[in-house]
Nanobody, 115 residues
Framework: QVQLVESGGGWVQAGGSLRLSCAAS????????MGWYRQAPGKQREWVAG???????NYGDSVKGRFTISRDNAKNTVYLQMNNLKPEDTAVYYC?????????WGQGTQVTVSS
């Protein structure tokens, strides 16, 4: 069984930065794409960013130029560097990963940005 564990969430003032981490552990087959989603209260889950095993990245329009996704394949860990945070970035952030035929989700980490 594979688990994804996120860390790095917290509270920050607008304009500040946070770095999220998500580490996979357990019976890892071959993790391919990893990514981040977020869900604000009363809203649907929103895709934030994704990265392939080879390092190709994509971002949602609302975070382009402010967020950077990266990964360490040796550690089966994906990161999300979030800069110039805005109050509308407040949400629970979830990482996910494609491990062989399975889509895995972490438990989520809260990010709160105050104005």
């Amino acid at each position: 069984q594979v688990q994804l564990v996120e860390s790095g969430g917290g509270w920050v003032q607008a304009g500040g930065s946070l770095r999220l981490s998500c580490a996979a552990s357990g019976s890892i087959f071959a993790i391919n794409t990893m990514g981040w989603y977020r869900q604000a209260p009363g809203k649907q889950r929103e895709w934030v960013a994704g990265i392939t095993r080879g390092g190709a990245t994509n971002y949602g329009d609302s975070v382009k130029g402010r967020f950077t996704i990266s990964r360490d394949n040796a550690k089966n860990t994906v990161y999300l560097q979030m800069n110039n945070l805005k109050p509308e970035d407040t949400a629970v952030y979830y990482c996910n990963a494609v491990n062989g035929p399975s889509l895995l989700w972490g438990q989520g980490t809260q990010v709160t940005v105050s104005s």
